[in-house]
T-cell receptor, first 115, second 111 residues
Framework: GAGVSQSPRYKVAKRGQDVALRCDPISGHVSLFWYQQALGQGPEFLTYFQNEAQLDKSGLPSDRFFAERPEGSVSTLKIQRTQQEDSAVYLC?????????????FGSGTRLTVV | KNEVEQSPQNLTAQEGEFITINCSYS?????LHWLQQHPGGGIVSLFMLSSGKKKHGRLIATINIQEKHSSLHITASHPRDSAVYICGVALSNFGNEKLTFGTGTRLTIIP
């Protein structure tokens, strides 16, 4: 596609429920990032993939958070046993690797509300 | 301790005014990014800078590596420029290019 596509746009989950957020990056983009943005804050890094390899997951806040990108394209961020503090916008971004490309392409985000 | 600080946090101006948003950072970086975020929408990448100055339409971004400071300017501001502007820094341009962001500057342009 022309841009980074995220789904769903909005998700309301009951506390304790598992959720899965999808990111479809720009075709051919090697690098894929997940960020978490709390209300009124800047995005914070969660995890980074280069193709299918998860090279950095230092930002994942707990072992309830899990991300995968099995074929090096679509990525899924899974949150198990959701808590209220998980409520945030989850942003996905992709970038062509090593081309000196200008920047990142972000998706529109998934707004997760845990009730 | 925030590695990236933006000022002001909020800015309201009249249509047509010249706008300046500042970003200071405390670590060595390979690149600095300026992003625009509209309410309810995703983020648009405006500029990536490693030195000097870039211009795109009414937007100008500058960076001073020695002073660890960048500015985003908007000339002839328009209500459609109302958005949150976010500064982000990358420690490496290759490999893990994750960004560390400031908290953003909320800009409101009044007609």
């Amino acid at each position: 596609g022309a841009g980074v596509s995220q789904s769903p746009r909005y998700k309301v989950a009951k506390r304790g429920q598992d959720v899965a957020l999808r990111c479809d990056p720009i075709s051919g983009h090697v690098s894929l990032f997940w960020y978490q943005q709390a209300l009124g804050q800047g995005p914070e890094f969660l995890t980074y993939f280069q193709n299918e390899a998860q090279l950095d997951k230092s930002g994942l806040p707990s072992d309830r958070f899990f991300a995968e990108r099995p074929e090096g394209s679509v990525s899924t961020l899974k949150i198990q046993r959701t808590q209220q503090e998980d409520s945030a916008v989850y942003l996905c971004a992709s970038r062509a690797y090593g081309t000196g490309s200008n920047g990142y392409t972000f998706g529109s985000g998934t707004r997760l509300t845990v009730v | 301790k925030n590695e990236v600080e933006q000022s002001p946090q909020n800015l309201t101006a009249q249509e047509g005014e010249f706008i300046t948003i500042n970003c200071s950072y405390s670590v060595g970086i390979s690149a600095l990014h300026w992003l625009q975020q509209h309410p309810g929408g995703g983020i648009v990448s405006l500029f990536m800078l490693s030195s000097g100055k870039k211009k795109h339409g009414r937007l100008i971004a500058t960076i001073n590596i020695q002073e660890k400071h960048s500015s985003l300017h908007i000339t002839a501001s328009h209500p459609r420029d109302s958005a949150v502007y976010i500064c982000g820094v990358a420690l490496s341009n290759f490999g893990n290019e994750k960004l560390t962001f400031g908290t953003g500057t909320r800009l409101t342009i009044i007609p």
